[in-house]
């Protein structure tokens, strides 16, 4: 069964350091996300993207983050410089279309900055 | 705007006992509903779902009515296993406009533990 696949599973970094986190979303899908979750709190949007381009982002993502897909296949969601608030389990997902169809998460990539 | 409610736990049961996880939504427009279950150590899995009004979601044992005049989708189990034991997130996403199709609105997330 297809699925979506992230790596690193965790990642620990130096605040002010550079992450990027890899995501490599169903083959035939279209349609790709990042949401984070805080430890305790509601899993939440960053940043839509479909045909190359940011579809939409959410105030989370700032200047500080990133997406792109260099090669077609891995999406990757790249922070600047960390901070210790960006702790957090980061989620990507792919959609084969936008609304009413499932979207398949990845089992997420917990990154700790100390 | 969109949010999603669902109830706090964390929810402790026995085995075979009946399950209710509350889920009230606001949404400006038409959304579709969804329940996504993460079990330990693994992503976020979708449950059910429910794309218009009166509409139910059924999968593994589990249900949830799409009930537009309440605004809500209550998830409910008649007998839980120790299997069943995960978080359990509500989620809307909204239909009929623009770039913010696909997007979902999570609530909080409910933890499930269902003891032997």
């Known amino acids: 069964e297809p699925e979506v696949t992230q790596t690193p599973s965790h990642q620990v970094t130096q605040m002010g350091q550079e992450v990027i986190l890899r995501c490599v979303p169903i083959?035939?899908?279209?349609?790709f996300y990042w949401y984070r979750q805080i430890l305790g709190q509601k899993v939440e949007f960053l940043v839509s993207?479909?045909?190359?381009?940011?579809?939409?982002k959410s105030e989370i993502f700032d200047d500080q983050f990133s997406v792109e897909r260099p090669d077609g296949s891995n999406f990757t969601l790249k922070i600047r410089s960390t901070k210790l608030e960006d702790s957090a389990m980061y989620f990507c997902a792919s959609n084969k279309r936008q609304a009413n169809t499932e979207a398949f998460f990845g089992q997420g990539t917990r990154l700790t900055v100390v | 705007g969109n949010s999603v409610t669902q109830m706090e736990g964390p929810v402790t049961l026995s085995e075979e006992a009946f399950l209710t996880i509350n889920c009230t939504y606001t949404a400006t427009g038409y959304p579709s509903l969804f329940w996504y279950v993460q079990y330990p150590g693994e992503g976020l899995q979708l449950l059910l779902k429910?794309?218009?009004?009166?509409d139910k979601g059924s999968n593994k044992g589990f249900e949830a009515t799409y009930r537009k005049e309440t605004t809500s989708f209550h998830l409910e189990k008649g007998s839980v296993q120790v299997s069943d034991s995960a978080v359990y997130f509500c989620a809307l996403s909204e239909r009929g406009r623009g770039s913010t199709l696909g997007r979902l609105y999570f609530g909080r997330g409910t933890q499930l533990t269902v003891w032997p």
């Open positions: 429910a794309t218009k009004a009166d």
């Open positions: 993207f479909y045909n190359n381009e940011i579809s939409e």
């Open positions: 083959s035939n899908h279209l349609y």
